[in-house]
C-alpha cells in the first residue's frame, strides 16, 4: 500500500517537473539554410582608405556569404512579423540588461546583422587604430550617423520598430556595410555561418514569419526535402507546438534567388 | 504601380469623392481648371516595391508586388483627409499636434497666388505666400521639384522626407527635427553658397505662417511615407483581408469599418507627428556655452589641425589633405540614395560616368525622371579653403555642424571631442581660408594611418 502510494507521488513529482520545463505554450523554431550552388568564392573589396590598416586584412564581399565546407548560409534573418504582438518568454528578461554590441573592427562590422529588440539598448563600437562612422538609416526612428573616433563607443535605443532589416554603413570606408533588426519582440533569428538558425522560447500558437536575407531580399522560393516550396513575400505562417522544436530541416535556396 | 502610368489626383477630385458625390471635375465646374494639386510620391512607391523585394531596383522588370491603383488612390484619399489640399489645408487631429501648428497660419501661406490684396481678416496677411516666395524651387507639393530646380546645385530640398541639415537641436548623436528658430534662422540668412535666397525681406507674421507651412509640408510627405509603407504591406497580405478585398487602408464606403479603419491610421500618423510636436523630444534648441577664451590662438588652431588628421575626427578623409574637399568625391546623399539599390558599394558611385551606382542614364531619364526625381548627382564635402558656411557663419554654427553633423548627408557628428577639443577645430577650420596656399598643410602621420594611399 505505502510503496504504491510513493509511486503515485513520484510519478505526480515527474509529471509536474516535465510541465514546468516544458508544457508552459513554448516551443523553438529551427531553420539550417545552405545554398543551392556551386560554391564560388566572394568577391575581394578594392580598398581605397586607410589602406596601411585596412588593406592587409583581405576583406571580402559578404552580401553573401557561403561555408565552402557545407554550403551553409550565413546571415539568412527570421523574424516574428505576426498581427498579435507577440507573448514574451521571461527567460529574455534578462537580455535586456546588456546591450547589444556591434563592432567596427578589422574594417568591417561584426556582427554584420544584428537582432535588436526594442527593450534593449545597442552599442556601435570600434576596436579599430581608424576612425569610422557609422550612419544608421532607420525609416521610424530618427537617422543617426556619428563619427566613432578609435576605442570609442556610442549607445543608442530605439523605440520604434522597422519593418524592414536597416542598412547601417560607414561613409569613410564605403565597403562596408551591416543590418540591424529592429523589432518589438525578442523573437529574431540570424543563421550561423553553418546556415544554423533557432529562435528559442517562442509562444505557442500559429503565427506568421518573415524569412530574408540582404542579397536576396525576401527568400520567396526555397527547396525543402526535395520539393519546391514558395514563400510567398518570404512570409510563412508556422504553428509553434507546446514544449517543441519545430524544426524545419534543411532549406535549400537556390542561387538564381542571389542574383 | 506602372511605372508609365503618372498617378496624379486632384485634390478636389478626392474631397468631391470623400463627400460621397460623384462630380467629375472634367465638367468644368469652378475651381476645377486650377492645376494646384499634391503629387503622389510615386518614385517612394517605386523604392518601397523594389527594395523590399531585392536589394537592387530591378530596372525594367516590374516587382513582385505592385501597389494597385486602387491602393494608391486610397493612400491619396487618407492623406487629403488627414491634410486636405494645397488650396484647403487641414490637420490631423487626435494625434499628438496638440497646436504645434496654426491651422489659420497654413491657410495665408497656402492657397494661389493673389495680386488682388486679398488678405486674411485677422492676421492681416495676404495669402499664397508658400506658392509666391518657395514653390518654383521647392514645387506645390514641397518635393524639391519645382520648376526650376533641376537647374540648381545643389537640389532644393525636398522636405518629404522630414531630413532637414542645418539645426540647433542635434546634441546628443540623434538627427532629430529642427525648431521653428533654426527655420526662421535660415529664412533669415538664406542658405549661402546656394540658391536659396535670404528672405529678410518678409515680416516676421509672414515667416511664422511660412515656417508652419514647410513643416507642415514635411509631416504630410512623411505621412504619405509611412502610409505607402502600410498599404504595401497590406497589399502582400496572403489571401484575402475579411471584408476588405480590395486590401484599403480606410473603407470609406463602408460604415462599419471606416472609424477603425481611422483609428488605425492614427497609429501610423503619430510616430510622425510626435517628434515634430512633443517640445521634449526634438524641437528643444540646444544651448551651446560660449566659446573657452583663447579658442582661436595659434596654439587652438594647431591644435585642431592636429585633430583633423586623427582618428578623433577624421576629417581629413572626407574634406582632403588640404581641406579642398576632395578626400572622397563619389557619396551620394539620402535624398539620392533612396532611388539607388541597397547593395554594398551603392552608397558611392560615381554619377558623371553615364552609368548611376549601378542604374544606367536611359533608365534615369525613361522612368525616374518621369516620377520628378532629379538627376542623381555625388555629393561632394564642403571645400573648406573657401570659408562659405552655408549653415551659418557664426564659430557656433560651425561648432554645431562638427558636434551634431548635418543630417541627410555623410557628414557626421561628434560626441567624443571634448568642447576644448571641438573649439579647436572650429579654429582650424575656420583659419583654412587664409592659410597659405603655399605651405598646404599635410598629413602628419598618426599610427600610420594618417595618409589615405
Known sequence: MKTIRTLALALLAVAILSSSSMAQGWGNLKFKFTY??????????????????????????????????????????????????????????????????????????????????????????????????????????????????????????????ERLPTKISCSIHPWMTGWIVVRNDPYIGVSDKDGNLEIKNLPAGEFEFQIWQEKAGYIQQVTQDGSTVEWARGRVKIKIEDGKTTDFGTIVIGADQFK | MKLQNKTTISGHQLSLALAGVLVACSLGLTGCSDPAAFQVNEAYIRAVEFKSDVTKPLMAETPETELSDVQIKNVSEVLEGLYGTPDNPNLPGGVGLNGFLSLRKLKVAAGPVTYSGDKDSLTGLES???????????????????????????????????????????????????????????????????????????????????????????????????????????????????????????????????????EAIKEIVQPVILPWANGGNGTVQRTIEDAPAGWDSDESVEQGRKLFFQSKANCFSCHGQTGLGDGQTNLFDNWTLEHLGNEPGDAVGSADDGEIAGIPEYFYHNELAQMGVVKPRNIRPRNLRLGNYRGGRRPIDIYQRITGGIEGTPMPGNTKLTQQEAWSLVAYVMSLPYEATSRPKTAPSFQGVGTNK
Open chain 1, 36 to 161: 543551392g550552388g556551386e560554391y564560388t568564392a566572394p568577391p575581394k573589396i578594392a580598398v581605397t582608405r586607410d589602406a596601411a590598416v585596412c588593406g592587409k586584412l583581405g576583406l571580402i564581399d559578404e552580401s553573401l556569404v557561403v561555408n565552402p565546407e557545407n554550403k551553409g548560409i550565413s546571415n539568412v534573418i527570421v523574424f516574428y512579423r505576426d498581427r498579435t504582438p507577440a507573448k514574451i518568454h521571461p527567460s529574455y528578461n534578462d537580455s535586456t540588461e546588456a546591450p547589444v554590441v556591434v563592432d567596427n573592427i578589422k574594417c568591417r562590422f561584426e556582427p554584420r546583422v544584428a537582432a535588436v529588440w526594442t527593450k534593449r539598448k545597442i552599442d556601435f563600437k570600434n576596436s579599430d587604430p581608424v576612425g569610422h562612422n557609422v550612419k544608421v538609416d532607420t525609416f521610424f526612428n530618427p537617422v543617426i550617423n556619428p563619427i566613432l573616433p578609435a576605442g570609442a563607443k556610442i549607445s543608442q535605443s530605439y523605440s520604434m520598430e
Open chain 2, 128 to 262: 499664397g505666400l508658400y506658392r509666391r516666395h518657395c514653390a518654383h524651387c521647392h514645387g506645390v507639393t514641397g518635393d524639391g521639384h519645382g520648376p526650376t530646380a533641376q537647374f540648381l546645385n545643389p537640389y532644393p530640398r525636398d522636405y518629404r522626407m522630414g531630413q532637414f541639415k542645418f539645426k540647433l537641436t542635434d546634441a546628443d548623436g540623434t538627427f532629430k527635427k529642427p525648431s521653428k528658430a533654426d527655420f526662421d534662422h535660415i529664412l533669415m540668412e538664406g542658405i549661402p553658397g546656394t540658391a536659396m535666397p535670404s528672405f529678410r525681406v518678409l515680416s516676421g507674421p509672414e515667416r511664422e505662417a511660412i515656417i508652419d507651412y514647410v513643416i507642415y509640408l514635411a509631416m504630410r510627405g512623411q505621412t504619405e511615407r509611412a502610409l505607402i509603407q502600410a498599404a504595401y504591406d497590406t497589399a502582400n497580405v496572403n489571401g484575402e483581408i475579411d471584408g476588405n478585398s480590395e486590401k484599403i487602408l480606410v473603407r470609406f464606403n463602408d460604415d462599419q469599418y471606416v472609424s477603425d479603419d481611422i
